[in-house]
């Protein structure tokens, strides 16, 4: 370091100091030559010894050498010809060993292609699966492996095209062929139902005996008829396939699901099917235009939904996450409210009462058999009900045709019976019972029309055809008792009613047949309460029971009485009016006939003719008629005095006129109907009486001086009515009389008629002033 340092000289001492340690170091090493030179000295003459033996030992060692080459050359010869052989040896050894590698994967691929051919695609796949995680990685180096797993995912898409192809065919085939499925489930079902309903009649008999000995046994032979049916559909087609898994292959379905499973689309696969089957289930709801015409339409429409159906819920159990319960169920919502939908719309078209009966057991049939795999049908059930009232309104509108018909071919007159035969016949039709009756002696003469136990018998026959909708509803027989009733009281109190209705209002109903008519109303309100001990056998309900309907009959039918009696009046006053309008009277006449006017007395007779009919009727409706008439008779001839086109009346047709009205007095006192009490029927022609009095003894004096008393003489004469009569005789007397201003007594006659004339106006101004 000092040689950097800043003394001075201190490079001159550095370099001074460095050549003194050389020549100590050069001593050093001369002092050790100067040892050693010795030996080195012994060595090179030592080596130089060596060197002629190392010639000749060269020379021996190369003659040793030439003549061991010499001798190996066969050696390795042969040493060359075994490694030859041991190299190949060994390769053949690796080729067995690489073949034996291989031969497997190519096994298992001839294997894959013969599963191709033969169209087993799901072993195909597992075949694939084998080579490719287990085979093929041992031979992966070699070309035709390479090939190979080319080709495997080319051999996957054509399984799925295969099988997706496969799939569509069945999709086809089942959607052709859902119909035979769901008949043959509808079968099946039924055929379980009628074995289950025949097991129950057969534990409740009683049951079974109000249910067909009050019919005839209609009903027992039809359900003997449908069991021989199918027991004989069973021994015809006893090997026919009845399942829908021996009906249909479903193998392209559990085909296509492994593989698009296997594959790891099986979401791809549940998504296609399931859209694939919703389209077929709206095709399946779509009805035909002329469903509503015939059975076949309904039927055809129902075994395809079923048929559907049954399919899904096939799969559904035999399948894993294809088909799930949400999806069935919200499939089945869907179909139901399309279902619900059509049935309504068609249904409301059907005006065949057994087209409609024949679309219930159909509707029945169909909703236990989807209700067998588990599908919920109380919505169906509920459509029931409304088709129910369709059935009854085509049984309504059936029936009063048939009401018609009856109407129409009565002869309105009381049934004869000749012999006690004749007799029972008409009892075993109508339940009819009187005792005075049953005591006289034949021939006899019952007192409704034939037409009475006709309707009874078609009540009857509606009661039969309303419970054949009720059966199979699974309702108690307190609803059905009660459904019975309610449509037995449309009948009634609609139909029925309106056909009585009807008939009243007909212009050839005379009175002797609004007679009829009323005693037939009164027999059939009596059978009522027959009719409702009827409904109560059928469904094995009391009638003592709370909750049981009455039959609205009575009300029916009274009110049928009362059109027919308002009828009797109506038409009793039209025939008196037809009287009246051929009244012919000379109103000028100077005196009378001295005898009562022929229409008059015509009108008479024919008056008590009519009401000697009226003897069948009860008492009051013939008071009430025969008031009614004399009342229009008197109002009639009233109107007649003071019609506004007769401008002159003379005192001799007053006179006629009070002829006539003494004799409508004579025939109102002579009692033609019984039960009227004193001067009752009298009193309709009061008002006439009274008026035509005053006319009479031309009692002016005593009218004008007791007007508005209570005890007057001339109390019902109206002052407008006197003074209209009035002036039309004062007119009369000006015209007739042309020297009666001649005369004193004629022109006194004259003024005092003025006189009356303007007192009477007074009054009659005064009653409109204080009006």
Not at 283 to 293: A, F, I, K, N, Y
Not at 561 to 572: C, N, S, V
Request: contains cysteine.
């Amino acid at each position: 370091r000092s040689v950097y340092d800043d003394q001075p000289n201190a490079h001159q001492k550095f370099m001074e100091k460095l050549d003194a340690c050389i020549r100590n170091h050069d001593r050093e090493i001369e002092k050790m030559c100067n040892f050693h030179h010795q030996g080195f000295v012994d060595a090179i003459t030592e080596l130089l010894k060596v060197r002629a033996d190392a010639e000749k030992l060269k020379v021996q060692v190369t003659d040793t050498n030439r003549r061991l080459q010499d001798a190996g050359k066969e050696v390795i010869a042969q040493t060359e010809e075994i490694i030859r052989c041991r190299v190949q040896q060994r390769n053949i050894t690796t080729v067995v060993e690489k073949l034996q590698l291989c031969l497997p994967a190519l096994e298992m691929y001839s294997k894959l292609k013969e599963q191709m051919s033969v169209k087993r695609y799901y072993s195909a796949l597992k075949t694939m699966e084998q080579l490719e995680n287990l085979y093929l990685p041992r031979v992966s180096q070699y070309r035709f492996c390479q090939i190979m797993i080319e080709n495997l995912p080319k051999l996957r898409e054509e399984i799925k095209e295969i099988s997706m192809s496969d799939l569509k065919d069945f999709l086809e085939s089942i959607r052709k062929h859902s119909d035979r499925i769901g008949e043959t489930a509808m079968k099946q079902a039924q055929q379980q139902k009628t074995f289950s309903t025949a097991l129950q009649k057969q534990n409740n008999v009683n049951y079974g005996r109000n249910m067909h000995l009050g019919r005839n046994r209609i009903l027992e032979s039809k359900n003997e008829i449908t069991l021989k049916r199918t027991f004989e559909d069973e021994d015809e087609h006893e090997e026919e396939v009845l399942t829908a898994q021996d009906l249909v292959d479903f193998s392209p379905v559990y085909r296509c699901l492994h593989i698009y499973s296997v594959l790891g689309d099986g979401e791809i696969f549940e998504n296609y099917y399931r859209k694939q089957r919703r389209k077929q289930a709206r095709l399946v709801l779509q009805p035909q235009s002329s469903m509503h015409e015939t059975v076949e339409g309904y039927r055809r429409y129902f075994s395809q939904i079923v048929g559907f159906f049954v399919v899904e819920d096939h799969i559904l159990h035999v399948t894993q996450g294809l088909v799930t319960r949400t999806y069935t169920d919200e499939l089945w919502n869907m179909a139901l409210s399309k279902i619900i939908a059509v049935l309504r719309t068609h249904s409301s078209y059907c005006s065949d009462p057994d087209l409609v009966l024949e679309l219930k057991n159909l509707i029945v049939v169909f909703a236990d058999t989807l209700q067998g795999y588990g599908f919920p049908v109380n919505r169906l059930f509920d459509l029931l009900f409304e088709i129910r009232d369709q059935y009854n309104e085509t049984l309504l509108k059936k029936w009063s045709v048939l009401f018609r018909d009856i109407f129409e071919a009565d002869n309105y007159s009381p049934i004869p019976v000749a012999n006690e035969e004749e007799y029972r016949i008409v009892i075993s039709k109508f339940p009819f019972q009187d005792a005075e009756l049953d005591k006289q002696s034949f021939p006899k003469k019952l007192p409704m029309s034939q037409s009475v136990p006709q309707i009874y018998m078609q009540v009857k026959e509606f009661i039969y055809a309303s419970l054949k909708f009720s059966e199979s509803l699974h309702r108690s027989s307190t609803e059905i008792d009660d459904m019975l009733r309610k449509s037995t009281n449309l009948l009634l109190t609609r139909t029925l009613s309106s056909c009585l209705q009807n008939l009243i209002k007909k212009p050839h109903i005379g009175l002797t047949e609004l007679v009829q008519i009323i005693i037939n109303t009164t027999h059939l309100e009596q059978a009522c309460k027959y009719l409702e001990d009827f409904i109560s056998n059928i469904t094995n309900i009391s009638q003592l029971t709370v909750h049981t309907a009455r039959l609205y009959g009575l009300s029916t039918f009274k009110d049928a009485r009362h059109a027919a009696e308002g009828e009797i009046y109506t038409k009793l006053n039209q025939k008196i009016d037809e009287f009246i309008q051929i009244a012919d009277y000379d109103w000028t006449m100077s005196e009378s006939d001295g005898r009562a006017s022929g229409y008059l007395m015509d009108l008479i007779n024919f008056l008590r003719s009519t009401f000697q009919v009226f003897t069948h009727l009860p008492g009051k409706v013939a008071q009430t008629a025969c008031m009614s008439a004399c009342q229009h008779l008197s109002m009639s001839l009233m109107q007649m005095l003071l019609d506004s086109e007769l401008k002159q009346i003379s005192m001799g047709a007053i006179q006629q006129f009070n002829l006539d009205v003494i004799q409508c007095e004579l025939f109102a006192s002579s009692e033609p109907v019984p039960g009227f009490q004193g001067d009752t029927l009298q009193l309709a022609f009061i008002d006439l009486r009274q008026l035509l009095d005053l006319f009479m003894v031309w009692d002016w004096s005593t009218y004008l001086a007791d007007y508005g008393q209570a005890t007057s003489k001339y109390l019902r004469v109206n002052p407008s009515t006197a003074l209209t009569l009035l002036e039309k005789m004062k007119d009369s007397s000006k015209k007739n009389n042309i020297f009666a201003q001649f005369r004193k007594n004629d022109r006194d006659k004259q003024k005092l008629i003025e006189t009356v004339v303007k007192q009477l106006r007074s009054l009659v101004n005064g009653m409109s002033q204080h009006t």
